[in-house]
């Protein structure tokens, strides 16, 4: 090969080298690129996210400067568009209302923000109800129904047409031309079904069920039963149709005395608030009372008039054919193996009411558990009313010496 050949295969090799060399830089120059523009929209993308939470801080910051409000109550609306208010600091005042305000939210009795320096209305703000009175209502309807009432058929008549019907069928009375009771009050012995009957029109009523027991509304401080109260009756009203059911009504409705602590005082002013609600509204409206109590001895002459309790309902100490009935009713669920006279059950349990016999039914099963059976026999059953009946018979004896 002569030297010209030889010099111009080396150029050759060096030019391809050179060739692939600029072509590995070029490669590793774009992918560097295309790293660098990949990072560029990362951090453009960051910048805007920092943007947009930059704004949200501002706007959190002015709103944190923003002043406090201060909480008022309309007294009055006046024709030219302005309130009456008054303040949780001092007197009333007659102020603005904010433009951003619909004039059919601004009514008389009406929570509200006021600004701090010029008393102006901001906003309307909703109810305030006690945490006492919003778990009142009870969502879950309850599973007692009237079959599962025995021997108080005409009584659970009288809560129907009292209770039931004007909310189901309320043209029935306007064509007859009468209001329906606003309230009932069922009255008898521990035990005899008055809360049962509460529990079954609730299950047999779409309406709103809000239950509270009498204690509940005596509060410690002056004025807190009565806000109780009347709050109670500004739920029923907002959740209409609705049935109220003050449960051991005798807590708050005893007879109001000249002689008394500062505490039943307190409780006369929780039952004057009580006796101003059930007043306050109409007879026809979808809001009715009921309540239950085993004193009605001690309830106030105010409380019982007609207007306020119009249907005093006595539920009697079950005779022998309610308690037939009611052992029927308990017997349903039981496994019975056996022949079981329910008539003679009933005989042998004179003066017990339907807790009594359920109480019954429940020891004869406890009893069987215990033989380690998985059904119920007739011997069961006299073993638990000995039992049952022999509860209130025990009385515990002094230690000797004691009393001399």
Avoid: W
């Amino acid at each position: 090969m002569t030297e010209e050949a030889q010099e111009a295969k080396n150029n050759e090799t060096y030019e391809n080298a050179r060739l692939h060399l600029l072509e590995v830089q070029n490669s590793r120059l774009t992918e560097e690129l295309r790293r660098i523009e990949n990072e560029k929209r990362y951090l453009e993308n960051e910048v805007v996210r920092l943007q947009r939470e930059l704004r949200r801080l501002k706007v959190e910051i002015d709103r944190l400067r923003f002043p406090p409000l201060i909480i008022g109550q309309i007294r009055d609306v006046l024709a030219d568009g302005r309130v009456v208010v008054k303040s949780s600091t001092g007197p009333d005042f007659v102020v603005n209302v904010s433009e951003a305000i619909l004039p059919s939210e601004l009514k008389a009795g009406a929570r509200v923000a006021l600004n701090k320096q010029t008393l102006a209305v901001m906003n309307v703000l909703p109810p305030s109800l006690d945490p006492i009175v919003m778990g009142a209502e009870i969502i879950e309807k309850p599973q007692e129904s009237y079959a599962d009432i025995g021997g108080l058929e005409e009584q659970i008549q009288e809560v129907r047409e009292a209770i039931e019907f004007p909310l189901l069928k309320p043209e029935l009375y306007r064509k007859v031309g009468i209001q329906p009771p606003k309230g009932v009050l069922l009255v008898g012995p521990p035990g005899t079904g008055k809360t049962l009957i509460a529990k079954a029109v609730a299950k047999q009523t779409s309406a709103t069920f809000i239950r509270l027991v009498g204690s509940e509304l005596v509060q410690k401080y002056i004025g807190e039963g009565a806000r109780l109260v009347r709050e109670l009756f500004e739920l029923s009203k907002l959740k209409a149709p609705s049935i109220v059911f003050i449960d051991e009504l005798d807590a708050i409705g005893a007879k109001r005395l000249d002689v008394s602590t500062s505490g039943d005082r307190e409780v006369q002013r929780t039952l004057m608030q009580l006796l101003a609600e059930m007043d306050g509204f109409n007879p026809l409206s979808n809001v009715k009372i009921l309540a239950a109590t085993n004193r009605p001895d001690i309830l106030d002459e105010a409380l019982l008039r007609p207007g306020r309790f119009d249907r005093i309902i006595t539920i009697p100490m079950p005779n022998l054919d309610a308690r037939t009935s009611i052992f029927k009713i308990h017997l349903r669920p039981l496994n019975v193996v056996g022949e079981i006279s329910v008539e003679e059950l009933a005989r042998k349990t004179e003066n017990c009411t339907g807790a009594d016999i359920k109480a019954i039914c429940t020891e004869a099963g406890m009893f069987a558990i215990r033989a380690e059976r998985d059904h119920v026999v007739p011997e069961d059953f006299e073993k638990a009313i000995t039992k049952v009946l022999g509860r209130g018979k025990k009385q515990t004896k002094a230690p000797p010496g004691m009393f001399v």
